[in-house]
């Protein structure tokens, strides 16, 4: 038995055709795969997705009534004809058709969130968990099978760092990321940036910032707030990021409302980089225009005077809040 779903994809170059299959992974990426192997001219979009406890079981189910009802083109291939109401409704009564064991599917909210959890634990290692990045990504790919925007989040962030080098895991960062980002998390956008400023390509890196604080400020989600400083954080990579891409840093009406939030992200990180001269050097560049169009005058006084033991380059700092 294995836990997945059955999609419903389509393709413009098939008019009136539905590839009925399944997937343990997320269906968009099992599109995506099939988009680039296939040779059609344009790619697959996803027209449904159901989770399912046994996802072989019911897909063999919604074929076999598939082909009882005559939709199915050829008998040895998954795509079928008529419209999307009945190939989806025969999807739907699977589900409601096929019993799922107890504590897995019909509980996919909390499963998912043990499962982001127990994913957690083994990323970051507790005093009873061995940390284990490789049992993490499985964690977190059987969350985000089960729906978990967070778990889509994690997967990308660590295939985008891990395989930097390499295109294939950009590629699925790319993807995990996307399908958080469709489904609300817009903190996958922030990642998306990062991932385009990496390769240079400033357009796609400003709208994916663009998207970010669009998204935010229209459909705000609680459970991606995780911690006080999470967006303060975010916002201090948008700055820098910017800067380091020869850029000016646009929404600057929801900068200067997070400035003290986004200079104490800013001090903390200068303490960790303390004894590397560059990245000093880097972050004091970014204070300075913090202080310079974020930070009301008065406080830069006090900020300076508080911190000039500590810091050699707030000299500079100073005379750029001047």
């Known amino acids: 038995m294995e836990q997945g779903w059955v999609y419903v994809l389509v393709n413009s170059s098939i008019p009136g055709m539905y590839k009925v299959g399944r997937t343990t992974r997320l269906p968009s990426e099992r599109a995506a795969e099939l988009s680039a192997a296939t040779g059609v001219a344009t790619p697959f979009v996803i027209a449904f997705e159901q989770e399912f406890a046994d996802c072989v ?23 079928f004809s008529g419209s ?66 967070m778990a889509m989040e994690r997967l990308g962030c660590i295939l985008a760092r891990a395989g930097a080098r390499h295109r294939d895991s950009r590629r699925r960062a790319n993807r995990y990321l996307k399908d958080g980002a469709k489904r609300g998390n817009y903190y996958c956008y922030t990642e998306l940036a990062a991932l385009y400023a990496a390769e240079g390509n400033v357009k796609n890196f400003t709208t994916a910032w ?28 948008y700055i820098t990021t910017t800067l ?49 169009h974020l930070v009301p005058p008065p406080l830069v006084t006090s900020r300076v005077r508080r911190h000039s033991i500590w810091h050699p380059d707030w000299h500079a700092i100073a005379a750029a809040g001047r």
């Open 57 to 79: 079981t019911a897909e063999q189910q919604i074929h076999a009534e598939l082909d009882r009802r005559g939709h199915r083109i050829a008998s040895n291939r998954e795509f």
């Open 84 to 149: 999307s109401t009945d190939i989806v409704r025969v999807v739907l009564d699977a589900a409601t058709a096929i019993p799922a064991p107890a504590g897995t599917q019909r509980n996919s909210a909390t499963s998912a969130t043990d499962l982001l959890t127990e994913g957690d634990r083994h990323l970051q290692g507790t005093i009873d968990t061995l940390q284990d990045r490789a049992e993490a990504v499985r964690f977190y790919h059987r969350a985000a099978t089960r729906g978990s925007i």
């Open 210 to 237: 663009n998207l970010f604080f669009s998204t935010r400020a229209t459909k705000p989600l609680p459970e991606v707030e995780a911690g006080a400083f999470r967006y303060a954080m975010a916002l201090r990579d």
């Open 244 to 292: 380091d891409l020869g850029l000016v840093p646009n929404h600057l009406p929801e900068l200067r409302t997070a400035g003290e939030e986004i200079l104490q992200c800013l001090l903390a990180t200068l303490d960790e980089v303390r004894d590397m001269p560059d990245q000093r050097m880097r972050l004091a560049s970014v204070l300075r225009w913090t202080y310079t």
